[in-house]
T-cell receptor, first 114, second 111 residues
Framework: DVKVTQSSRYLVKRTGEKVFLECVQD?????MFWYRQDPGLGLRLIYF???????EKGDIPEGYSVSREKKERFSLILESASTNQTSMYLC?????????????FGPGTRLTVL | AQSVTQLGSHVSVSEGALVLLRCNYS??????LFWYVQYPNQGLQLLLK??????LVKGINGFEAEFKKSETSFHLTKPSAHMSDAAEYFC?????????FGQGTELSVKP
């Protein structure tokens, strides 16, 4: 079974702190994704990566950056956390293909910024 | 750009009743469509996917969905709801390897 793990289930940070969210997948997937989930808005794509050291902006990249130094690890960075970044963050991975490959999700990190 | 609309943010059914969760998509090309389920405090899990092989797709836990091109719909159904089906359900369409999600529908099951 594919396993996608995220470094923390719950995280509380203060405004202005630099925050790192880590995601690791164990199935040699090329694609990795970061989403944020908010009630009534579904999942919105922040950043994604098709390969090591490659990254593409999603729909809401402002205030975030990412790093992919190794194939299995994709990090989301909040350079200076703000209260409006309080949310559930979900990481996912998938094989490359023509779009019919499912994404496998981690359990999520619920981040609260005070 | 493609998009997905889920009609009804909350659906409530009685145990044993039919479950119908609605999803409409917009796409200029034949789409790949997905239904995911999210149980409380968990990530998303794939229920089923449509990849043009058959219009009626069967998934896990007794769910199925029918692709109707003329209606641009991909509604999710289950003949008989179980208490364990209470969760949030997301419809999604694939666009160049990315998923575009609907807003989600929370399903409640009453005893």
């Amino acid at each position: 079974d594919v396993k996608v793990t995220q470094s923390s289930r719950y995280l509380v940070k203060r405004t202005g702190e630099k925050v790192f969210l880590e995601c690791v997948q164990d199935m040699d997937h090329e694609n990795m994704f970061w989403y944020r989930q908010d009630p009534g808005l579904g999942l919105r794509l922040i950043y994604f990566s098709y390969d090591v050291k490659m990254k593409e902006k999603g729909d809401i990249p402002e205030g975030y950056s990412v790093s992919r130094e190794k194939k299995e690890r994709f990090s989301l960075i909040l350079e200076s956390a703000s209260t409006n970044q309080t949310s559930m963050y979900l990481c996912a991975s998938s094989l490359q293909g023509i779009g019919n490959n499912e994404q496998f999700f981690g359990p999520g990190t619920r981040l609260t910024v005070l | 750009a493609q998009s997905v609309t889920q009609l009804g943010s909350h659906v409530s059914v009685s145990e044993g009743a039919l479950v119908l969760l609605r999803c409409n998509y917009s796409s200029s090309v034949p789409p790949y469509l997905f239904w995911y389920v999210q149980y409380p405090n968990q990530g998303l899990q794939l229920l089923l996917k449509y990849t043009s092989a058959a219009t009626l797709v069967k998934g896990i836990n007794g769910f199925e969905a029918e692709f109707k091109k003329s209606e641009t719909s991909f509604h999710l159904t289950k003949p008989s709801a179980h208490m364990s089906d209470a969760a949030e359900y997301f419809c999604a369409v694939s666009e160049r390897g990315k998923l575009i999600f609907g807003q989600g529908t929370e399903l409640s099951v009453k005893p």
